[in-house]
């Protein structure tokens, strides 16, 4: 079976009462998609996601995030795409994580105010099969890092609260895996809210006939951790 189909126009939305916030997708430009011998296969296109907040939910960017991907081909056996996600805001994170005990979410509990706005890259080649992950080891990086924001420590409350701007330089991680090793890096900086530099390496399951790629509590987990803070 050998189907083709070139996507002119999409728009979405979608919503869940049980979730903070929704979203639209729009579609951007008419990539082709192929499925054939099991295969789905996706020409390089962009998608516009823009958050759509249902009542109650704590103040959040309502820009659009942009993924755009220049590659992106999935089988029973193997996932391959590389791309790019741009606009994404903490606030969105933040508004997620609201709970009834924090219904501003955990930043405004934390005594933080601000926006910070990241790009996240990635490219992967991951085995989702036994034989597969054997023939041909994975190899994937994924990336995030601040393009823009602060945010500003506050303290006390009402006319008397105080905000004092972190002066964030630079917030990035980074996941690399090869085979069945896994790199984390984190990187913090900040003129009034500390520094910090995280690397650890630990080791995941490949596919079984029976489970899919899984961190063992087994795994062994080697890192180092440098912080300076106020």
Request: net charge negative.
């Amino acid at each position: 079976l050998d189907v083709r189909l070139r996507l002119d126009e999409l728009a979405l939305k979608g919503s869940d009462r049980n979730l903070p916030y929704g979203a639209e997708a729009s579609l951007q430009g008419n990539p082709e998609v192929r499925w054939s011998n099991g295969s789905l296969d996706v020409q390089a296109g962009r998608l516009l996601l823009t958050p759509d907040p249902a009542p109650g939910t704590p103040a959040m960017s309502r820009d659009p995030v942009t993924l755009a991907w220049d590659q992106l081909r999935w089988s029973e056996t193997e996932l391959v795409t590389r791309g790019q996600a741009q606009g994404l805001a903490l606030s969105w994170l933040n508004a997620w994580l609201a709970t009834p005990a924090a219904p501003q979410g955990p930043l405004p509990a934390a005594g933080l105010a601000g926006e910070l706005i990241f790009q996240a890259d990635w490219d992967v080649r991951l085995p989702l099969h036994q034989q597969a992950a054997t023939a041909r080891p994975a190899q994937a990086r994924i990336a995030l890092r601040r393009t823009s924001g602060d945010l500003a420590l506050v303290t006390g409350e009402g006319p008397r609260a105080e905000r004092i701007a972190a002066g964030v330089s630079e917030v990035s991680t980074v996941l690399e895996l090869a085979g069945r090793t896994l790199d984390a890096q984190l990187r913090w900086q900040s003129q009034n809210a500390g520094q910090i530099q995280a690397d650890v390496r630990t080791e995941l399951a490949p596919p079984t006939p029976d489970a899919t790629w899984a961190w063992p509590g087994t795994a062994p987990l080697q890192g180092r951790v440098q912080a300076a803070l106020p």
